[in-house]
């Protein structure tokens, strides 16, 4: 079974400039979860589509944004980028929602930079 | 919010010696994870425990469920080079978001 891919790998972009990330959940799987990962901040959670409906949202500004489409695939958008807006950026399916949903599953990331 | 305190930051430790790490919440939680990722590369799920006291094992592997449901500890026993890498653990209390813990940086020295 395939695993979580995401397009592109890798990204750079000016700031003020807009992005958008690709991801396409394991199969039968119906919960995306996006995340940020930074050296200093670690794994921070964006927010989770179940159903094509953002169930869960972290502390991230209204420049983050995404949605999900029928077929569970994914994507992100960040509007308006800014420097500190470099990172990687990870997606992870499971089954359904939340961790009681099942185990959550990464793809390899998008590494996006900003300059 | 919730926090998760994972130690210690780093290891470097001898091939073949013996590896704890462990993660301590601020709240309660009924889901632990421990993940490995490895550079470039997302992280991957190498043990998930949902039973406060369940020890579960996964080849060289030994993670535990703290009894008081607020902390979790991974072991690696007898490690290769291939070990190296960061280690995260991660725990939700439900339907929330995981949190995940800052990570260990483990270095193993041949």
């Known amino acids: 079974k395939a695993g979580v891919t995401q397009t592109p790998r890798y990204l750079i972009k000016t700031r003020g400039q807009q992005v958008t990330l690709s991801c396409s959940p394991i199969s039968g799987h119906r919960s995306v979860s996006w995340y940020q990962q930074t050296p200093g901040q670690g794994l921070q959670f964006l927010f989770e589509?179940?159903?094509?409906?953002?169930?869960n949202k972290g502390n991230f500004p209204g420049r983050f944004s995404g949605r999900q489409f029928s077929n569970s695939r994914s994507e992100m958008n960040v509007s308006t980028l800014e420097l500190g807006d470099s990172a990687l950026y990870l997606c992870a399916s499971s089954l359904a929602l939340g961790v009681t949903g099942g185990e959550q599953y990464f793809g390899p990331g998008t590494r996006l930079t900003v300059t | 919010g919730q926090q998760l305190n994972q130690s210690p930051q780093s290891m470097f430790i001898q091939e073949g010696e013996d590896v704890s790490m462990n993660c301590t919440s601020s709240s309660i939680f009924n889901t632990w994870l421990w993940y490995k990722q490895d550079p470039g590369e997302g992280p991957v799920l190498l043990i998930a425990l949902y039973k406060a006291g369940e020890l579960t094992s996964n080849g060289r592997l030994t993670a535990q469920f703290g009894i008081t449901r607020k902390d979790s500890f991974l072991n690696i026993s007898a490690s290769i080079p291939s070990d190296v890498g960061i280690y995260f653990c991660a725990g939700s209390s439900g339907n929330t978001p995981l949190v995940f813990g800052k990570g260990t940086r483990l270095s193993v020295i041949a």
């Open positions: 589509y179940f159903s094509e409906t953002q169930r």
